[in-house]
């Protein structure tokens, strides 16, 4: 973020979770891959972490029962 400020507007990331009228519940976020497009980002260990961090918890073996 201090190299390219733009970034800012969408981290730290956000996770939305909502359930349709059938009772499915729905996760929905931005993928590292569109945060790259979008700001012109380098892969670099930062957001992989980032992105591990958002897929454990978009993950159901990690979520409580």
Do not use: F
């Amino acid at each position: 973020m201090q190299n390219i400020q733009s970034v800012s507007i969408d981290l730290p990331m956000k996770v939305m979770v909502w359930e349709n009228e059938d009772g499915i519940v729905n996760i929905g976020y931005n993928t590292i891959e569109w945060l790259k497009r979008r700001h012109n980002l380098r892969d670099d260990e930062a957001l992989r972490s980032i992105e591990e961090a958002v897929m454990k918890i978009c993950t159901k073996s990690h979520l409580p029962s």
